[in-house]
Structure formats: C-alpha cells, structure tokens
C-alpha cells in the first residue's frame, strides 16, 4: 500500500528536502506541497491523502489550527507534526488536536521514513525530547510541595481510566504502549475485529479520537492519587 503523503511547511527548501526524501520510499508518494496551514486543509479536502506532515509555525494559519480543522472532517487524515520545537506546550497543544505523532527536525532519515509509516497506520510516534517534554510536564503538574507537618495533599484526581471495563483497560495499556491492533490480539488471544470493537467503545467513553489522546489519558492514570 503507497502512503500519499502532502507536506505543509513554510520554507521552500525544507519542502524540497523532506519531498527527496520520502519520495525516495517505495511506499510513500508526496502528492502534493502546501506554504501554510490554510493551503494544507484545502489541500486535503481536493486530495484526500493518508497524511499530512505537518510543521508548527506557519504564515495565514499555523500548524496546530490546521490539525484541529483536518481532524474534525469525516474521513480525516493521519496528522505527523514535523518541528524544530519541542516544548511541553507546543506537544501537548499538537497531541490533544489530534496529531498522530510529533517529531522534531533533526530525526535521522529513516527515523523519519518510519514514523511516517507508523503515523499512516494509526501508531503513535513521539520523538525523545518530545517525551522527556511531556514527561517534565506531568511531573510539574503533580507538584512536590510541602509544608512543616509533611507533604502537602492535594484533592484526589479521579483515575481517567475508570469508566473502562477490565478488557478495556488491557487494551487501552496496550495501546499506550505502541501496540497495533494486530499485535494487541496476539497479545490478548482475541481476534483484530473484537480489539476494534473494544477500541470504539473506549474512545466513545474516554471522548478521545486519536490513539495518542488514549496514550496521554494512560499515562495521567498511573500518576499517584
């Protein structure tokens, strides 16, 4: 299966290296370049490709608005962020609009090659930093203050994960974890219809529509409470 691919990035000859790049892959074709985050949504709807690779900071329309608007159409394309920043707030802001994955600028070719395959088949790929920047992220938020009786004690946060059922929660841990829905059936002895299956009720009761929103509600869920 060929992965027809657009590039939206404001510089040229960015566009011109990645486009040398992938197209030298058997699998990906580059169908189409875009100048702005405008230009890439209208793109999409004329073109209909499997994904788009998509940089941050942009002219007329940014990167992470764009991914909103591609993500709210029925059907959508897989959304790769391609940046040169890795801060918590621009991998938070990317990941809950929906992006399928967020990598940096500076991950070696084949890296690239394959988080572009993984992002068009709805695996989650994060670079290093962005990670450890998520990481930093969550560790900020749980907070270590104390005072002269011992720890401070916050309210208690909810477990996000608690409306799912058993299997669902294996499967959403699975998933978490980088598993397609071919491997997570291996791993649970079930067939990739029923993982299907349970993975639209888990979306449905998390109200989440990517894989890396589940991922992110995971994550949140083994924090201390």
Do not use: W
């Not at 197209?23 to 994904?51: F, R």
């Not at 992470?64 to 918590?88: Q, R």
């Amino acid at each position: 299966m060929t992965i027809r691919a657009i590039i939206a990035d404001d510089e040229s000859l960015m566009r011109s290296g990645l486009r040398l790049l992938l197209g030298a892959a058997e699998d990906i074709e580059i169908i189409a370049e875009a100048a702005n985050g405008s230009e890439a949504v209208d793109l999409c709807q004329e073109l209909a490709p499997d994904l788009v690779l998509m940089d941050i900071r942009m002219p007329v329309m940014d990167g992470l608005k764009a991914t909103e608007i591609l993500m709210a159409a029925d059907p959508h394309p897989e959304v790769l962020i391609l940046t040169a920043f890795g801060t918590d707030e621009f991998v938070l802001q990317a990941l809950r609009a929906g992006a399928a994955g967020y990598i940096l600028k500076d991950t070696p070719p084949d890296d690239l090659i394959l988080a572009v395959r993984a992002a068009a088949g709805g695996t989650r790929t994060l670079s290093p930093s962005a990670v450890e920047s998520l990481l930093g992220q969550r560790s900020g938020l749980v907070g270590n203050s104390t005072s002269a009786t011992g720890p401070a004690r916050g309210p208690t946060v909810p477990d996000p994960l608690e409306p799912l059922t058993t299997r669902e929660r294996e499967i959403a841990e699975a998933v978490a974890q980088g598993m397609t829905n071919a491997q997570v059936a291996r791993a649970l002895f079930v067939s990739t219809a029923t993982v299907k299956t349970h993975l639209a009720r888990i979306f449905f009761k998390l109200d989440v529509n990517t894989r890396v929103q589940l991922a992110i509600l995971v994550n949140e869920s083994r924090e201390p409470r």
